[in-house]
């Protein structure tokens, strides 16, 4: 597979990307390399990693506990002082070695570090191949709202390596599958009919690619997210409070991202049938497509009374508006939407129908 540039990092896939690894350790200078892994990577992807590395600098392994409970300031504080207690300076490298975590809370921590030094991605789960290493953002967790703190700084280079995903159970792998569906919704309709008929996910390197395509061509034309790249949030904004609200809930057990996106999906895409137009049809096709593949998920009316407060702090609000991303059809996406409060209550009956 090609790899796939932007304006300012690149994209390589499998054999090459460590052949783009090593060619670009060579030409640098760099004092250390720091590899951050969690106790599931260091297991399952380092010793798969670290043997494809060719260079005389020297490397140091550094672990966190895996989890988004774990992406938080307290972690980055445990990872900064591993690095100053290993001798990291300007001159080092970080390569982040994980999902979604990992890369987020990896890049915010070398952006952070000394101002600044060099990162590069490698996503192992398919919910970070398609979404969390693509496009810059790095963060933390603020308490149970996602994503509060942090800033978009690409990496030097993002490497997928598809034999990772042979270390997932599905569950995780549906997860990252979620954004590839959301990829198609908000993009291509052809893309979205393609990946509605697969029954396996024994071979998604082609998929990844396309998906990976759409992203980078969202973010090449709009890199700080002022106006195109909110379409990526379709989903995300009830189904971030819906991650939110279960990560930090004692009644119920913690969701996956792409879980809670599923929901949030089906959610908007009622909003977007009230309020923008999307067919009856097309609403219809994208409920049966995620509950077909995803556990339903109960809510009380308390419940929803809180995910809907956990609304206002979403951080794609502006001048106190909760603005959504909704869908003239499939493929045609609209932003800046304001919603009636009415209807939030409807959104969550429709999806319990």
Sequence with gaps: MESIVSSTSVVHFDKAAYKALNAHLADSSYSRIFILVDENTHLHCLPLFIPQIETECEIEIIEIESGEIHKNIHTCTQVWEALSELGADRKSLMINLGG??????GGFVACAFKRGIDFINVPT?????????????????LGPLKNQIGIIEQPVMVMVIPEFLHTLEKRQVLSGFAEMLKHGLIQNEQYWNALKELTTFDSLDKHIHTSVMIKNKVITEDPRELGLRKILNFGHTLGHAIESYFLESDAHEAILHGEAISVGMILEAYLSNKLTGLPDSQLEDIKNTFLERYRKVDFSNSDIEVILDLLKFDKKNSHGNINF???NSIGDPEIDCAIPGELFSAAFAYYAE
């Excluded at 979604?100 to 809370?105: C, F, R």
């Design 325 to 327: 991303v909704l869908l």
């Design 125 to 141: 789960t398919l919910l970070a191949m398609v979404d969390a290493s693509v496009g810059g953002k790095t963060g933390i967790d």
């Design 100 to 105: 979604g975590v990992i890369t987020d809370l």
